[in-house]
Each structure stands twice: as C-alpha cells, then as structure tokens.
C-alpha cells in the first residue's frame, strides 16, 4: 500500500503474529551514531553541483573548489580502505536517471507522488540520492517539474540541460556510503572542520526530508552493520537485568513489556532485513 497509515497497521499486525515480539531497542542499539552527528553544526549552504562542477562552486559559506578544500578531501579519502566510504561530489544526472525516471514511469499519479517500483531496489541505486517520494526532492513543488520531466528523456539528458526550468532541488552536495564507526567520525570531523552540515540517510523514507538536507554530506548507511541476522538474543525471565546496559538493558525493558527476546539492529537496516530475522528465527526455534 502507498497509505502511511495502511503501512503502519499492517506493520503491526505482521508483528502480532510472530512469536517474538520485538520492543524498541535502546538508542545505544538502532541510533547509535546520533550523539556523534550533532556535533556537524549545519551552517553551510551550498548547491549540488551541475554534472560534476556544480557541488564544488555556488557556495555561501566556504570555497569547495579551493587547492585547500581539494587537498583535504584527498587526505579524508586517502584514509579509507574501500571505494564507498569516500566523500565525493554528487550528480544531479544520476538523480535523474536512477530516481526521476522511476517516478517518471510510474505516471507521477500516486499520492505523496510516491513511486510504481520497489522501493526496495531504489534506495540501493548507486548515487545514493533516491528519496522515496518526490517531491521532497525539490525546495518548492510545483506543476512545472512534472511538465519539464514528463517532456525530457531522462536516460540521456544531462541535468544541466533542464536546469533552468525546473525549482531548485534540495539534495545533498556530498555523498559517503560509510561502514564502520570511524569512517562516521573522521566523516563527521571533516565536515565540522569545513562548515559543511551533515545528513544521514537509511533508505530514504522520510516524509518531510529529514534525511537528505540541500547542500549536506551525506552519511548514506545502507552499507553500515546488520545485525538482526545473529543476534536475536532470548530473555530469561528469572534473571535480574541490569538497566541501560547493551542487551541486559534491552531484556529488561522487555520482559516489563511482557516480550520473550529481543532483536539487534544496525544502522544499515530497514525493516525488511530485520522482520525476516525474526521469522527466521521463530521457524528455528519451533
């Protein structure tokens, strides 16, 4: 279903039938990485690129195309050991041709605009930049994007081409797929160092857009840790927990609830990943 609320009541009632019932988990758990990020003051305010110039100019506070800026992001670079973790300018022709077209093809007639494909499948397309609804894409919605997009092969054109008739997008600048702890620190401890704000990004749900802020660097973490595949850890009820303290917490607050077991999760999960956990599980254990 497209409904929020249908989502959410068959989110609950898929819950109910399970054997295991999951409570939320301590922040420590599913948000680890909250406390590190609010320290990126969000004071920058720079416009993704066009094609690949546009993130490195147009900018009200810093000089993203400076010898300075340039050879800093070498050195945070230089310091991962895999392609994904690296900060690199994003690419309004990759929103296009990997988010756009699908809503595009979809016929745009959904309410929020939301997409006729899995969405899945579209918060893994490379670039990062899919958002499952629109409109959230743009600072201001209008009629104009959906006349400009529905005239325009958007497979071939290059964003720059359509530019100038279409409102302005409010996507990051900057994209990171990082994977472990430290590559959110040093990620974070640059974009602090630069005036840059941060954004963080799961699969893209949000519909107000809280997960892909104009001009940010996004820690996209859809390749961060899971966790629910190993670690569904079973409560024992005659055994004294001690609060706030990793999965004694967690039981704890689970047996008050009347719940048997809970679930770990990372930061590079969706829900998907950990209700098959759990099903998994449950068919284990029977």
């Not at 055994?239 to 077991?261: I, M």
Request: overall charge negative; some cysteine; charged content about 20%.
């Amino acid at each position: 279903t497209n409904n929020p609320a249908q989502q959410h009541n068959g989110t609950t009632q898929r819950i109910n039938t399970m054997k295991m019932h999951i409570p939320w988990l301590p922040l420590s758990y599913a948000y680890a990485y909250s406390g590190i990020l609010a320290a990126a003051p969000a004071v920058a305010k720079n416009n993704p690129e066009r094609t690949q110039r546009r993130a490195l100019e147009d900018v009200n506070s810093g000089n993203y195309s400076s010898v300075d800026f340039q050879a800093a992001l070498d050195d945070l670079n230089g310091q991962f050991s895999n392609f994904g973790g690296r900060v690199h300018a994003t690419n309004y022709t990759d929103w296009m041709r990997e988010c756009a077209y699908y809503f595009k093809r979809g016929g745009f007639g959904h309410e929020y605009l939301q997409v006729k494909y899995s969405t899945y499948h579209l918060k893994n397309k490379p670039s990062g930049l899919c958002n499952f609804q629109l409109y959230v894409d743009f600072n201001v919605w209008n009629d104009t994007v959906q006349d400009v997009l529905s005239e325009t092969d958007l497979l071939s054109t290059n964003f720059e081409d359509i530019e100038d008739q279409l409102p302005p997008l409010a996507l990051p600048a900057f994209m990171s797929f990082p994977e472990t702890a430290k590559d959110v620190s040093e990620i974070v401890l640059f974009a602090n160092t630069n005036s840059l704000k941060v954004s963080v990004k799961n699969s893209g749900h949000s519909y107000t857009a809280g997960s892909s802020s104009k001009g940010s660097l996004q820690l996209n973490l859809r390749k961060f840790p899971k966790y629910s595949f190993t670690h569904v850890h079973e409560c024992e009820e005659d055994r004294e927990y001690t609060p706030f303290s990793g999965t004694d917490g967690s039981c704890k607050l689970a047996l008050a609830r009347g719940k048997t077991a809970v679930v770990r999760v990372g930061g590079g999960q969706g829900n998907d990943d950990m209700y098959r956990s759990v099903i998994d599980w449950n068919y284990m254990e029977e």
